[in-house]
């Protein structure tokens, strides 16, 4: 089975900046496109930013010259660098990662995501 475990979350003040990690672990073959997502109570979950294994990168116009996402392919973990922060930045943050992966003694390529960290700015 695969799973992402993702951590860094806490509380910032308006400013600060922070630094969450995502690692994949389990029977991996091959890791795609990693990236984040970010959900506030009562609202759809919403794109972050996304990279691929060439270190193409995508992000949502909101973040843009703020955060940077990057990741180590050899150890299957994406990061998302969040400086000068918001309070409109205040959400839960999950990993999400394209995987081709062993499940039930099968090579099967799936979607994966963590259970989620929460970022808080706030003074």
């Known amino acids: 089975q695969v799973q992402l475990v993702e951590s860094g979350g806490g509380l910032v003040q308006p400013g600060g900046s922070l630094r969450l990690s995502c690692v994949a672990s389990g029977s991996i073959f091959n890791v795609y496109v990693m990236g984040w997502y970010r959900q506030a109570p009562g609202k759809q979950r919403e794109l972050v930013a996304t990279?691929?294994?060439?270190?193409?990168?995508n992000y949502t116009d909101s973040v843009k010259g703020r955060f940077t996402i990057s990741r180590d392919n050899a150890r299957n973990t994406v990061y998302l660098q969040m400086n000068s922060l918001k309070p409109e930045d205040t959400d839960l943050y999950y990993c999400?990662?394209?995987?081709?992966?062993?499940?039930?003694?099968?090579?099967?390529?799936?979607?994966?995501w963590g259970q989620g960290t929460q970022v808080t700015v706030s003074s």
């Open positions: 999400n990662a394209d995987v081709l992966g062993m499940v039930e003694f099968m090579p099967r390529r799936h979607e994966y």
């Open positions: 990279t691929d294994r060439g270190g193409n990168t």
